[in-house]
């Protein structure tokens, strides 16, 4: 994607840490692409990180998140995002609802002071060399504003279009304000060829050529806990005894996930298996249209040998996944498919849905199934308990496939990108 500049100034839209400072629910999947993304661009040579957050509510908490992960931006910066009036707001102004904090951007005064920070902020950049990133969401008007300015955004996935019935209006609504307010000079960073196509195929605004693949990759933090003390408390804190068959979960618990169909799977396993003592934990937050399956959860027959997690912490993700047996991730779509990754990456075998990007992100080395089908993910959750060998075999596969997906890498094809903006506005 042709050389790197001498240097180059990058403006991230810090959004996502200011949202993740408010709530650690927010620590999801764009939470790790933005963070981990930076940590990764940091070691690079000859990239000065600028930050801007839109929202000014969230502006102050942003930058302390980034601090935290020892992004901290310059101190222009600093100053220009932490205004006199965040400083000076209680706690729980700045932990208003979504919506109100919105209205509040929205107010002319508030715009106004956004767009004075972002033009004070572009002034002591070198216009040549300078770039806007946002890592998930609607290019800000602020941003606008600034026509040659190039402009970098990244597609997740486009799922609030192809099945919009699994989302809030709110959601559906903001996804449709990214997509129609793409211009033909963005550059669009997908994170899966299968997300490319998608993309290709609802928007028709920004041409072919200025669609990139950058996949994701697990955290460098999630390797495999063999350690017996370790893997013994975890169990023990998590309620499972020595001889307990593991089967893990880890998503948000909306429809989308499919977590009805695991859990039919389940009940059919506990019903007809041979095998003896299997639980199946459920780890996440619960999300959008949630209630029927929490419903259905509690009135199972196997209701006794479910365990519902809740949000698990960055640090307690690889002890997790390595004391599971094996990890199901029978989504109906994905625009990537990390925790399948994250599992892998800790020598857990996978059983996952054939649908979208997921056997991009697995290869040959999950077993893959129709999402749509108890029987078969019933028959290939008793495969692999039923067998160490095979355990082992797919585990030695699971982190052969990992290792094809690094940071570096991910970080490599994004400076690409940046490049090609660049050269697209001299």
């Known amino acids: ?16 840490f200011g949202q993740a400072a408010r709530s650690p629910l927010a620590r999801g999947g764009i939470y790790r692409y933005a963070s981990q993304l930076l940590q990764a661009l940091h070691d690079q040579a000859n990239i000065t990180l600028k930050t801007y957050c839109p929202e000014p509510l969230l502006a102050s908490l942003a930058e302390v998140e980034l601090k935290r992960l020892d992004l901290g931006a310059n101190p222009l910066a600093l100053a220009l995002t932490t205004s006199v009036l965040t400083r000076s707001l209680p706690p729980l102004l700045i932990r208003l609802a979504k919506p109100l904090r919105r209205s509040y951007a929205r107010l002319p005064g508030a715009r106004a002071a956004s767009q004075q920070r972002f033009d004070t902020l572009l002034k002591s950049c070198d216009k040549e060399l300078t770039l806007f990133h946002t890592p998930f969401q609607a290019v800000p008007s602020a941003i606008r504003r600034h026509d040659a300015l190039p402009v970098v955004v990244t597609v997740h996935d486009m799922i609030p279009m192809i099945m919009p019935e699994l989302f809030t209006r709110e959601t559906v609504r903001h996804f449709h304000g990214l997509v129609d307010g793409l211009c033909r000079s963005d550059q669009v960073i997908c994170v899966s060829e299968s997300t490319k196509r998608d993309f290709l195929h609802f928007t028709h605004t920004v041409p072919a050529e200025h669609v990139h693949v950058t996949p994701l990759a697990a955290s460098p933090e999630l390797q495999p806990v063999t350690d017996p003390h370790l893997l013994s408390c975890a169990r023990e804190r998590f309620g499972l005894k020595p001889n307990d068959r593991v089967i893990l979960s880890l998503c948000t618990l909306e429809p989308r996930k499919n977590l009805a169909t695991l859990l039919t799977a389940f009940e059919a396993l506990q019903r007809h298996s041979s095998l003896d003592s299997i639980k199946l934990l459920l780890a996440g937050s619960v999300g959008w249209k949630s209630a029927p399956l929490l419903d259905r959860l509690r009135e199972s027959s196997a209701s006794s040998n479910i365990l519902l997690l809740g949000h698990v912490t960055e640090e307690e993700l690889p002890v997790l996944y390595s004391l599971a047996d094996v990890f199901v991730y029978p989504s109906l779509y994905e625009g990537f ?90």
């Not at 994607?1 to 996502?16: E, V, W, Y």
Request: aromatic residues 4%; proline residues 7%; glycine residues 8%.
């Open 1 to 16: 994607m042709g050389g790197h500049p001498a240097s180059l100034n990058l403006i991230f839209d810090t959004l996502i």
């Open 337 to 426: 498919g990390l925790p399948p990754l994250e599992a892998m990456s800790c020598g857990t075998p996978v059983i996952v849905g054939n649908t979208s990007s997921i056997p991009e992100v697995t290869g040959e080395a999950g077993l893959t199934i129709d999402p749509q089908s108890p029987v078969e993910l019933t028959t290939a959750l008793e495969r692999v308990l039923a067998s160490e060998s095979l355990r082992r075999q797919l585990a030695q596969q699971c982190e052969v496939q990992a290792k094809k997906f690094s940071w570096a890498r991910t970080a490599h094809l994004t400076r690409g990108v940046y490049n090609i903006a660049l050269a697209s506005r001299r």
